[in-house]
């Protein structure tokens, strides 16, 4: 069964660092999602793309964070610099269309900030 | 602010017992999906409702959307340890970038052997 690959599984970064996060999304899929997810909560919307374009980056911290998907593929979340507040699980999510039908999600990077 | 709320938050039961998770807005929707997630894993799709009324079953799980499509139940029969985890409402956004899906804050099921 196709899978959304995310890497690495865990991270641990003093404050101030910066960190990166990479997804590979099923094959085929066009619309890619980074979501972060605060312990016990339901994920949000951090930035969404079709291909290669950034469709919605609205809750995006800009100041500090920037999301690629340079060949319409796979995708990088970077943080520069990292605060305690980041600390979360970051969720990669693909789907074929806008999502109606479901996402399918990658485990996820579970970052701790020091 | 589109909202999902999610009830209850906690939910704490012993093998076998039943239960039901709900999940309510005010706002109106074109499909409904429940996802299931375990500690440190992503969330994993059940199932997507699309009809107002409409009725799944899962093995266990009966899902239910409501008929002005404002509200959705997931009820569990004869809960199992397996069954224990995170369990989350979503749905399209209604307005503005109605691609992405709205979470709601999720119910944590703890089922005891």
């Known amino acids: 069964e196709a899978e959304v690959a995310q890497s690495p599984r865990y991270k641990i970064t003093e404050k101030s660092q910066a960190v990166a996060f990479w997804c590979d999304p099923i094959s085929g899929h066009a619309t890619l999602y980074w979501y972060r997810q605060i312990l016990g909560q339901g994920p949000e919307l951090l930035v969404q793309f079709q291909d290669e374009s950034v469709v919605d980056d609205s809750q995006l911290p800009k100041d500090r964070f920037s999301a690629e998907r340079l060949k319409g593929v796979d995708s990088t979340l970077k943080i520069q610099p990292a605060e305690l507040g980041d600390s979360a699980m970051y969720l990669c999510a693909s789907s074929h269309g806008t999502g109606g039908s479901g996402y399918t999600f990658g485990s996820g990077t579970r970052l701790t900030v020091v | 602010t589109q909202l999902l709320e999610q009830s209850p938050q906690f939910l704490s039961i012993q093998e076998g017992e039943n239960l039901t998770v709900y999940c309510n807005s005010s706002?109106?929707?074109?499909?409904l999906q429940w996802y299931r997630q375990e500690p440190g894993e992503g969330p994993v799709l059940l199932v997507t409702v699309v009809t107002g009324g409409e009725v799944k079953k899962l093995k266990r799980l009966t899902f239910q959307f409501g008929d002005a499509r404002k509200d959705s139940s997931l009820h569990i029969t004869a809960a199992q340890p397996g069954d224990t985890g995170l369990y989350l409402c979503a749905a399209g956004a209604v307005s503005g970038n109605t691609g992405k899906l709205i979470f709601g804050q999720g119910t944590t099921l703890q089922v005891k052997p």
């Open positions: 706002s109106v929707f074109s499909s």
